[in-house]
């Protein structure tokens, strides 16, 4: 009697398990107990190799026979076997006499030979996913005896075999929807990943920060989740990578920094949050790092491939690697690693390589793909860095030149106005001196009014000297350069002016070599005289001028500083202006004549002053 009860409860068991493995299981060991059998055989077709596969086996059968073997269907009916013939027919196959049938050869062995055989397939949509077979039918009642299989038999395997073919399938497409699930998750990690990342680096121009970033991701637990990430550039001169920044720790300290990762964040922007950027580069890792050094060599190196071939390497043992990449591996102490290219507008800028020398965790090949997303991702921010950096660049160049043209326009208009009006006071200053000293002539020495002719002439004299400057000041006279002995100016100056530095008890030094360069010796003899004057006029008596005279590389420095009163941070900024002075007899031209003077000798001229302290004048003169 067969125990209907039993089958039911299969069948339903079967219909509601999500287990591939499991309603393998329940069917083989299930079937053999429904309808009584010696052995029960399940298999699989793969309609890609045209094959049948044993996927499980219950009861008594022998493990060397042939038949358990992988059935070609492509063989003749005899070779495929009974189960082959029911895949061929899509039909229950029945063999009650299995000593005499060929197709049932391969079921014979010499302990227990097969008496009978019969095959089921398991269909679902028209489709064999598999077979399902018994061997050997007891006899009713449960004796020893062999049996025949019945009509009933066939009957109740063959609505076993197609409830199990759709639990089967459904196991099947549960199992596919099931990796669909992780392969979403994974997706959308991957996606959350990108995000952050993206989300930290936008907007930055800074290298090292978008490496700190990147890296970062890569690194961190929540991120990708190896142990340790490097950068390189690439220098195409030196035809070279070189190490640009690495996070992790080293193998000696890597224990003690990984372990507590996970605990102490919780998500990939807590990292971003947390950890000190600049404690990172100057970590022992990244000081290891920055000495890296790896030739880019024809037909060489894995990193020499990165570069020529565009493209990553899973390295998953380093113990064959020789050259530049066993001397990388013996630096960082790896076992194994991979390393991608980063790329800006189709060339390789550098690379990342990334380990796991702690967790000893496999890199898959597949983790290659992400790895390499975030190296384009990389290689665009640093790309658009670059671009920003120049950009800024470009706007700071032309921030100073729009300054100068707008001095010069207003040098030049200041210019025009002052010249004619000099111009026009020089003739009628000539006549008022003239008189003047006409004048003096016939007065009295003891004349009261010699005293006021005096005054007169001496305002003459300084609007004379205020016109002449002003008229310098807007002419656009070419300068005529020769050889000149820069310190020739300072020891003529210092002579010249020998009675009055005693007279006030001012010490002056020249530390300074003979140095010759081209220059209009006039030009900038008045240039530093107006210099000298102003350092001569600030300090007190007693004070001290210090000039210096120094070459670096091609150009000349010329350094002029006093320990005098010093100016006001608002009034050095406004030292170059035309008429501007904080004497109480100055002209203010002066320091806008030496400026000039310098400008056309194409050199530049720098002023530090602080209260009370002193000033500092800096001039520099190109020698070519």
Known sequence: MIDLSLFYDVVHAVGRSLDRTGVIREIVSQSIRIIACRASILRSFDIATNRLEVEAIAGEIASELPALAPLDLTLDEDQAGVAGEAVRTARAVVIQDARGDRRAAAYQSRGAPCANIIAVPLIHRNHVLGTLELLDRRAPGGGDGSGHFSEDDIQLLSILAQSAAEAYSKADLYAEIEAMALTFQRKNQELTILSHISREILGSTSVDDILYIILTGITSGHGLGY??????????????????????????AVNRVWSEAPERFRTLGDYFESIDPESIAHSPFNELILKIRLPIEKNGSIFSRVVAESRGFNVRSTESLRGVDRGFTDIIRSSAFAVVPVCARELVIGAIAVDNCFTRKPIQDEDLVLLQTIANQCGLALDAARVVNELSMAMKKLEVATGKLIEAERFATIGEVAAVVAHDIRNPLTAIGGFTRRLAKRLPPDDLGQSYVEIIAKEVSRLEKLASEVLELASTRQIHPTDVELTGFLTYWKESR?????????????????????????????????????????????????????????AACIEIEDDGCGMEAGDVEKAFDPFFTTKTEGTGLGMALAQKAITAHSGAIHIESEKGKGTAVRIVLPLT
Do not use: C, W
Request: charged content about 25%; aromatic content about 6%; glycine content about 6%.
């Open 227 to 252: 142990n340790r990430a490097v950068a390189f550039f690439l220098d195409q001169e030196a035809r070279e990578l070189y190490g640009a920044f690495g996070i992790g720790p080293t193998v000696d």
């Open 498 to 554: 020998a009675q009055a530095l005693r007279a006030r008890n001012i010490t002056m030094t020249i530390e300074a070599a003979p140095l010759t360069m081209k220059a209009d010796a006039r030009v900038l003899d008045r240039a530093l005289t107006n210099l000298l004057n102003n350092a001569f006029d600030a300090v007190q008596d007693g004070g001290h001028i210090i000039t210096r005279i120094t070459r670096a590389d091609s």
